[in-house]
């Protein structure tokens, strides 16, 4: 039976779960206030502070505030008025139906969108952001009234580079196809949005990088098509000279709820921090843009010691510019040899720099048209990274140093049912977890803590994925009966899944969905146990680990 709301009110739910909830608003608008610390869900020590529901079904005009968490493990259908201005809303299901609004720092992480989302009026506060995220969609968004203060974010898997149309009446991916149609808000064109992240990476030079050119160096706001550039033909050990075909210029705003490394900050590269004269003064450049070290280029965000390479977090909005030449080159900028510009997909971003208009060819790609290869690899970026590292005492102006993050090797291991109970392990080893599911249990979300690597390990680790437990065999037992559980194992995995270098294992993202069948139908109890091949370590006390483990209640 369905539960109704029709008042404004502190949402004051103290159950473990709610089950489907009408909220409406026909006869006169509500607003429900969600609060954290006021009530609990789960079982003694291991409460937290959510609300949970199996589903959601929006009648009149509703009005979601407060800073607590609500999770709606079901469906979300707005048949009437849906405003967000509450930042801690999941659907885990789909959402249908009427345009739902999302405003004053607003936040909806969704499955699946079949309805319109339009974006309202953006916070007072300039940290906080509108925010969509969806993570499991297959069908083309509506999004309206799209401001640089709004975000759109596909946690889906697809790591493709995503941008905007040139006209902004689009989100495409890198292959052209259609994510998302969108209006932009009033007085705004394509060139002014800057998408980090899983959405559009730009790599680039900030205002007063000095380029180095046939007729010496020039500042990177100066340079002019047909300008020629000195570049290094590294594989004849000689300069060369390139003209300029392309320059553009765009706007950045840094996204600091991020991590650091897709957040926007610009990176700062201290005078003589990679060799006495290099650079000749300091550098500012983005996080993906590549330096060029022994024949292959490195991003910068490999590099990062927080000492003598560091997020210079002074800056929170700034221009920032980039130069094509006829082909992929090693430039020089600020006495440091770097990248010119590369078209990947992401030109659209960009406002022509100059007066003089060209039409560029198609979309490239690293592996055929780079001007040298792309070294990533941990063997050749972390001697890099140490020799930098060793460089320290000999530089002026070096940061202090965080203290060292504090590490752990429990991933804090629990389950969290279809019908949004969290179960703990009621056994436990180093690798096997066993669970007692209740009766009717037909799928789970594996939730655990989660790091990326490149935190965990360093930044000269290529893998920024949040990594939380490898799962290797999975049995199910009820009935005196034993099933095997395989659907992580197979090609196409379930939301929150990673492939592994082992064919019987993979990892989870923290929170993964784990179907089981049937099989604890008709009032049957099971047991669901677990081989962890692999598991941490984590960072402790993160705000990605606090924001998992709170989604995941």
Request: charge should be negative.
């Amino acid at each position: 039976m369905a539960t109704t709301i029709n008042k404004s009110g502190i949402w004051d739910y103290s159950t473990d779960h709610v089950d489907s909830i009408i909220l409406d608003g026909t006869s006169s608008p509500i607003t429900l206030q969600i609060n954290t610390g006021t009530t609990s869900w789960g079982e003694g020590d291991n409460a937290g502070s959510a609300f949970t529901a199996s589903a959601i079904t929006v009648e009149g005009n509703v009005t979601l505030a407060g800073n607590g968490y609500l999770v709606d493990h079901g469906d979300l259908t707005n048949n009437g008025s849906l405003t967000i201005t509450n930042p801690n809303f999941s659907v885990n299901g789909t959402l249908s139906g009427k345009a739902v609004t999302i405003k004053d720092g607003g936040a909806l992480t969704v499955g699946t969108v079949t309805a319109p989302v339009s974006f309202g009026s953006s916070p007072s506060n300039p940290d906080l952001y509108n925010t969509l995220k969806i993570t499991n969609n297959n069908q083309v968004l509506k999004v309206e009234n799209l401001s640089p203060r709004d975000k759109v974010i596909f946690d889906d898997g697809n790591t493709s580079t995503l941008h905007l149309s040139d006209d902004g009446t689009q989100i495409l991916d890198q292959s052209g196809t259609v994510k998302a149609n969108v209006t932009l808000a009033k007085g705004y064109d394509a060139s002014d949005y800057h998408f980090d992240g899983n959405t559009l990476t730009v790599t680039c030079f900030l205002t007063g990088s000095m380029i180095r050119t046939s007729k010496g160096d020039v500042a990177v706001e100066d340079i002019q098509i047909g300008d020629k550039l000195v570049a290094f033909d590294w594989k004849n050990n000689k300069d060369i000279v390139r003209p300029v075909v392309w320059v553009g210029k765009a706007r950045a705003v840094v996204q600091p709820e991020l991590h650091d490394d897709e957040a926007g900050w610009p990176v700062r590269i201290l005078k003589d921090a990679i060799a006495d004269g290099v650079p000749y003064k300091d550098m500012l450049i983005t996080a993906e843009h590549c330096l060029f070290f022994r024949d292959r280029f490195v991003p910068v965000r490999m590099l990062v010691n927080g000492v003598s390479i560091f997020y210079d977090k002074s800056i929170t909005s700034y221009d920032y510019y980039h130069v094509e030449t006829e082909q992929h080159s090693v430039i020089t900028a600020d006495g440091m040899l770097t990248e010119s510009y590369l078209d990947t997909g992401n030109r659209a971003s960009f406002r022509q720099a100059c007066k003089i208009a060209t039409l560029r060819g198609a979309v490239k790609s690293w592996e055929d048209d780079a001007g040298a290869p792309l070294g990533v690899e941990q063997s050749f970026v972390e001697p890099l990274f140490r020799a930098l590292e060793w460089r320290e005492n000999s530089v002026m102006g070096c940061q202090i140093p965080d203290h060292n993050a504090e590490l752990t090797n429990d991933p804090d291991l629990h389950l969290v049912t279809d019908k949004g109970g969290v179960v703990r392990p009621m056994r436990k080893t180093a690798q096997h977890y066993s669970f007692m599911l209740p009766p009717d249990t037909q799928s789970v979300r594996i939730v655990s803590r989660a790091s990326r690597p490149a935190d965990v390990i360093g930044p000269f680790v290529d893998d920024r994925r949040s990594m939380g437990v490898a799962v290797a065999d999975v049995h199910l037992q009820c009935a005196k009966r034993q099933f095997d559980i395989t659907a992580h194992l197979q090609e196409e995995k379930p939301a929150g899944w990673y492939d592994t270098d082992w064919t019987d294992c993979a990892w989870t993202n923290g929170d993964a969905e784990l179907p089981l069948g049937d099989h604890l139908i008709h009032g049957k109890m099971g047991i669901l146990s677990m081989t962890i091949r692999a598991a941490g370590p984590y960072l402790l006390d993160t705000k990605k680990n606090s924001d998992m483990k709170l989604q995941s209640a």
